[in-house]
């Protein structure tokens, strides 16, 4: 079975801009989200700003617009919450969805299970980690890796990880996009009097390296050496990213990035599809 999953910064909700004038910007969201073909399986969404107000309105309103379920949205102190909206004819209803820890984060976060044939079921986790503060990222980064294992050793957690990954490539430090609190809190720290050119902080890549998630843009431009996989999608960074655990590398097929209508968001949506006959299932374990 092909699965197809998608991340997306909503940004603000796709209700307002980032000075909090109202800014529709809904349809043009679900424009791009219908313009992925397969059709999404799996979509994991950060900023969903709002979209618990009203009834649940704008949630509804993708649910209904996309056929898609949701798991419930994430609880928030900052009133950004992460979504994850499935389509049940191909991963079926959610088994369980662990929100545990979750207010140990800035934007929440909760590991959704689905039985899609495998022997445990598959962890899928919308992240959103802290843009400001590297401990608090790291610490972030490292909770929700080991919660992706929470039912066994087939996971996936994709979102706006806000900091580079660890392909290598350098950003653009000099460019009068790059705005200095970016470059404080995405950067190795490094005494301000010296001449040492900045370094990106690729230590949330590491970590989940570390945990043994393989980042899927960069697992197909080693097969490849496609540079479009390592495009930027928001800013000076390719701060979107899809990461799976070791088991399901080999199944990896495609990625892409949607970027149009390109006025959707100030982030990309970036999509990988996922072959389930192809995933290493001889030595699954379980969390403990």
Do not use: C
Request: hydrophobic share 35%; glycine share 6%.
């Amino acid at each position: 079975m092909l699965l197809t999953f998608m991340a997306q910064n909503l940004s603000h909700g796709g209700l307002r801009n980032d000075t909090g004038e109202a800014e529709d910007r809904v349809p043009l969201l679900l424009e791009r989200f219908k313009s992925v073909a397969p059709s999404i399986d799996i979509l994991l969404l950060s900023e969903a700003e709002d979209w618990d107000k009203a009834g649940h309105r704008y949630l509804g309103l993708a649910m209904q617009e996309l056929d898609m379920d949701s798991v419930p949205l994430s609880k928030p102190s900052t009133g950004f919450p992460v979504a994850l909206l499935y389509r049940k004819e191909t991963v079926g209803r959610w088994q369980n969805w662990d929100t545990k820890f979750s207010d140990e984060t800035t934007h929440g976060f909760g590991v959704a299970a689905f039985d899609i044939g495998l022997a445990t079921p598959l962890s899928v986790i919308s992240a959103h980690i802290n843009p400001f503060s590297k401990e608090k990222a790291l610490s972030e980064i490292g909770l929700i890796a080991s919660r992706g294992y929470r039912n066994g050793s087939f996971a996936i957690i994709g979102g706006d990880i806000n900091f580079p990954p660890n392909d290598g490539v350098e950003p653009d430090y000099s460019s009068s996009s790059m705005r200095p609190y970016n470059a404080m809190s995405r950067t190795e720290f490094n005494d301000p009097g010296n001449d040492i050119a900045p370094k990106a902080d690729r230590r949330m890549a590491q970590t989940l390296e570390r945990a043994g998630y393989v980042d899927v843009a960069h697992y197909l431009h080693k097969k490849d050496s496609d540079d479009s996989l390592l495009q930027k999608t928001a800013g000076e960074y390719r701060i979107d990213q899809f990461w799976v655990s070791e088991p399901l590398a080999s199944a990896i097929i495609k990625y892409w990035v949607v970027d149009s209508p390109a006025t959707a968001s100030d982030h990309k949506g970036i999509v990988f599809q996922l072959d389930t006959d192809l995933i290493d299932n001889t030595n699954p374990w379980s969390y403990r």
